[in-house]
């Protein structure tokens, strides 16, 4: 990258994606300010090549002050809410706070690339047959999906000469974790092994996805397109669970949990989450996403060909990472 530092712009940075992207990006001549939301704590803290901001993507007036006199070379955009009860705030973050960040890289002089974090839930599910690309007509089923597609659109439609690549991403999983496949390891640790009728998805080790998001961002190919990222195989839930079990070493007692039950559960969880003004542990769009709608069958070919790249860690390989790892820190 040169002598000069670029500098990068992150929102979203103290998740569990973007602290792995930081990690990543300080290997690299870089200078990164990280956007958090008042009141959250930063991943690691101020240090010399790491400053925290802290606005609401909402608030599009103090963004433009707060970065009035800035310049970046990349912003990634992560910042998002996957659940959130109130979808009045939901569509306020993931929709308008898109487009607020979106608008202020017009102030960006330098600007090499707009990366925005979309995912798989922007387009919806399959059947049990097609398998979707990029070029496939999105059909979201869940509020969050609807919200990361109507952000989409925005940047695709608009007339601001702004560089971007919109990133689609999979089930995610890895280190520090605490969605996705985290509930689920949790139960096999304790010997059950929950079955699932049906339920296939592509999905991305942690690691692999910062590097296809690195280079989505730094590509001359991926200039102003759309890629679905993660591992170019679709895999079955109870095969994942399958795999996690053999890693782990033990038997399992499979126990079939019904579409019903589980929605049943699900619902109880939200109401005590509205109760308790805390985040549902099991969202009923989770459930909904991939039980009643069990195919989520994409491609990923598209971007391991303009990206140049290919997966290191298959599901084999990064589960067991993501175990050792749980393990470590007593989460399983």
Same mark, same amino acid.
């Given at each position: 990258?040169?002598?000069?530092?670029?500098?990068?712009?992150?929102?979203?940075?103290?998740?569990?994606?973007?602290?792995?992207?930081?990690?990543?990006?300080?290997?690299?001549?870089?200078? =990164?300010?990280?956007?958090?939301?008042?009141?959250?704590? #930063? !991943? =690691?803290?101020?240090?010399?090549?790491?400053?925290?901001?802290?606005?609401?993507?909402?608030? *599009?007036?103090?963004?433009?002050?707060?970065?009035?006199?800035?310049?970046?070379?990349?912003?990634?955009?992560?910042? +998002?809410?996957?659940?959130?009860?109130?979808?009045?705030?939901?569509?306020?973050?993931?929709?308008?706070?898109?487009?607020?960040?979106?608008?202020?890289?017009?102030?960006?002089?330098?600007?090499?690339?707009?990366?925005?974090? &979309?995912?798989?839930?922007?387009?919806?599910?399959?059947?049990?047959?097609?398998?979707?690309?990029?070029?496939?007509? #999105?059909? /979201?089923?869940?509020?969050?999906?609807?919200?990361?597609?109507?952000?989409?659109?925005?940047?695709? &439609? &608009?007339?601001?000469?702004? $560089?971007?690549?919109?990133?689609?991403?999979?089930?995610?999983?890895?280190?520090?974790?605490?969605?996705?496949?985290?509930?689920?390891?949790?139960?096999?640790?304790?010997?059950?092994?929950?079955?699932? $009728?049906?339920?296939?998805?592509?999905?991305?080790?942690?690691?692999?996805? =910062?590097?296809?998001?690195?280079?989505? +961002?730094?590509?001359?190919?991926?200039?102003?397109?759309?890629?679905?990222?993660?591992?170019?195989?679709?895999?079955?839930?109870?095969?994942?669970?399958?795999?996690?079990?053999?890693?782990?070493?033990?038997?399992?007692?499979?126990?079939?949990? $019904?579409?019903?039950? @589980?929605?049943?559960? +699900?619902?109880?969880?939200?109401?005590? +989450?509205?109760?308790?003004?805390?985040? /549902?542990?099991?969202?009923?769009?989770?459930?909904?996403?991939?039980?009643? !709608? &069990?195919?989520?069958?994409?491609?990923?070919? *598209?971007?391991?060909?303009? @990206?140049?790249?290919?997966?290191?860690?298959?599901?084999?390989?990064?589960?067991?990472?993501?175990?050792?790892?749980?393990?470590?820190?007593?989460? =399983?």
């Amino acid at each position: 990258m040169g002598s000069r530092k670029t500098r990068i712009l992150i929102t979203g940075s103290n998740g569990f994606i973007g602290s792995n992207l930081i990690d990543f990006l300080l290997t690299k001549n870089v200078s =990164i300010v990280c956007l958090n939301e008042p009141g959250t704590k #930063p !991943y =690691i803290g101020d240090r010399e090549d790491l400053k925290n901001e802290y606005c609401c993507l909402t608030n *599009k007036k103090k963004l433009s002050e707060l970065f009035e006199n800035q310049d970046f070379d990349y912003v990634y955009h992560l910042a +998002a809410l996957t659940v959130c009860l109130d979808l009045d705030k939901l569509y306020r973050v993931n929709t308008t706070g898109t487009k607020n960040i979106f608008e202020l890289c017009s102030n960006f002089r330098k600007l090499k690339r707009f990366l925005f974090t &979309s995912s798989i839930a922007a387009v919806g599910p399959s059947n049990d047959k097609e398998i979707l690309t990029e070029i496939s007509k #999105p059909r /979201p089923i869940t509020e969050y999906g609807k919200s990361k597609l109507l952000a989409e659109k925005y940047i695709l &439609s &608009s007339k601001k000469k702004i $560089p971007f690549t919109i990133v689609r991403l999979p089930l995610v999983y890895g280190p520090r974790s605490r969605g996705g496949l985290y509930p689920l390891l949790k139960f096999s640790k304790k010997g059950i092994q929950p079955s699932f $009728p049906g339920g296939e998805t592509i999905v991305g080790y942690v690691k692999d996805i =910062i590097e296809e998001m690195f280079k989505a +961002a730094t590509s001359r190919k991926s200039l102003n397109k759309v890629y679905f990222l993660g591992e170019n195989k679709i895999y079955t839930f109870n095969e994942m669970l399958d795999i996690s079990q053999e890693i782990m070493g033990r038997k399992m007692i499979r126990i079939k949990f $019904p579409y019903s039950l @589980l929605y049943f559960i +699900a619902s109880t969880l939200e109401t005590y +989450a509205r109760i308790t003004n805390t985040r /549902p542990l099991l969202p009923k769009d989770d459930v909904s996403s991939y039980l009643k !709608y &069990s195919s989520w069958r994409f491609s990923a070919s *598209k971007a391991k060909t303009d @990206l140049k790249y290919k997966t290191k860690y298959p599901f084999r390989e990064g589960i067991k990472l993501t175990i050792d790892w749980y393990s470590k820190q007593k989460l =399983i």
